[in-house]
């Protein structure tokens, strides 16, 4: 038998009878436990209690039927499994109602049909299927109530942290907006005082300056100009956090003939020569993308080799994310991939990382000019669009960044 079969408790001090019932019942799925007393069956039941019903014999020595299903009606556990009194003797109304004063919801008179024997079993051992699919179906309901219960317990706690986020991220956000106000307002305000006053020796004193004098003062003139850079790169990267994000499906073309005309004279200072072909169009934030595209040329301009004609190569391809193998991006999202690549000094291949970071830069200051800031806002305007951004270089081959945008 299957540990999902239904037991029967049959009771008859005869083996015969015993025997007999289960020939009745035999291959319906039941499984038969045998007691050859009254006593026998209250053992039995004292260590299990899972049966859906009760056959038992009326007439037996020293504990009767009736006997035994008074003292099974007493336990709690046992109340509820229905016993069928079999009897020859169950022929009056005393008889039949002393038979259900002791606990029995039924009762056969011997000798048994047995088709009748069948479906009064049958009756009962469904009822009991059906009771036991209902307590499970309430165990696992519980169950999962309990774990509802704690998820939302979980989820509580979680929302508390994230408002408690929230509210820290808006703080930082006010910092944020009052720091960009300093930069400016407050920052350039003295800036621009002590530029007008070094245009003006410039232009009225400065033959007068000794040649100490004068490469003391250029000094001053640089570093007031590379304070408006530091200021103005600062501005930038803020407001690339801060603003309103709206998307738009743009040709590709567009933005670089717009950044083409911006840096027109970088452009043919340089020689340089910008290559593209693109693909497909982008959904993307347009003039975000403009600075985007402005930085990686300054930033090609700024480390291109001596002597050597610059040349970008800017393309674009649709890709699929299960083909990327990015941990960063989603295998169910297609992109854009934008590839960014220029003939210039490149980099050594461990500042692929440290290449983005704010106030980095991986070449000296007197040998190239900047603030360090403009990769930093690459990757800013590409996180903006929920994307991702990489470089890979090669010392005196250049640089390829790679930019994918949900498609």
Not at 37 to 62: E, H
Not at 363 to 374: M, Q
């Amino acid at each position: 038998m299957g540990d999902n079969a239904v037991k029967i408790l049959i009771v008859d001090d005869k083996k015969e009878n015993l025997l007999s019932l289960q020939v009745i019942l035999a291959n319906r799925g039941y499984q038969f436990v045998e007691a050859t007393s009254g006593k026998d069956a209250l053992r039995i039941l004292l260590k299990d209690q899972n049966f859906a019903i009760i056959l038992m014999d009326v007439q037996m020595p020293l504990m009767d039927g009736f006997e035994t299903a008074e003292l099974i009606r007493q336990s709690e556990k046992l109340k509820h499994v229905p016993i069928i009194f079999l009897t020859a003797n169950m022929d009056t109304t005393e008889y039949i109602f002393k038979g259900y004063q002791s606990g029995a919801v039924d009762y056969m008179i011997k000798p048994l049909s047995p088709e009748i024997l069948q479906a009064k079993v049958m009756i009962f051992t469904e009822l009991f299927r059906k009771n036991q699919e209902l307590r499970k179906k309430e165990e696992e309901t519980t169950a999962l109530n309990e774990i509802i219960l704690k998820s939302n317990k979980e989820l509580a706690l979680q929302n508390s942290a994230i408002e408690k986020h929230a509210e820290e991220l808006r703080k930082k956000n006010m910092e944020l907006d009052a720091f960009t106000y300093i930069s400016s307002h407050d920052l350039q305000e003295p800036l621009r005082k002590i530029q007008t006053f070094a245009n003006l020796i410039l232009s009225n004193e400065y033959s007068n300056l000794s040649e100490d004098g004068k490469l003391k003062f250029n000094r001053i003139l640089y570093a007031t100009n590379r304070m408006r850079e530091l200021i103005n790169s600062l501005l930038t990267f803020s407001r690339a956090t801060l603003v309103d994000r709206r998307f738009e499906t743009i040709d590709l073309n567009t933005i670089i003939n717009d950044v083409k005309e911006a840096l027109h004279e970088n452009l043919l200072e340089k020689n340089a020569v910008i290559i593209t072909d693109f693909h497909d169009n982008a959904k993307i934030i347009p003039f975000q993308f403009v600075q985007l595209m402005e930085n990686l040329i300054h930033n090609a301009i700024k480390f291109a080799q001596p002597e050597v004609p610059l040349e970008i190569t800017v393309k674009s391809r649709l890709v699929s994310g299960l083909d990327l193998h990015i941990g960063k991006l989603s295998r169910e999202v297609n992109y854009c991939h934008i590839s960014f690549g220029d003939n210039g000094i490149g980099f050594e291949p461990q500042h692929n990382e440290k290449i983005f970071g704010v106030f980095q830069k991986l070449h000296g200051r007197d040998l190239y000019e900047g603030t360090g800031i403009g990769l930093a806002i690459v990757k800013k305007i590409v996180e903006n669009h929920h994307g991702y951004v990489d470089a890979v270089g090669e010392p005196m081959k250049g640089a390829t960044f790679n930019i994918y945008i949900p498609y």
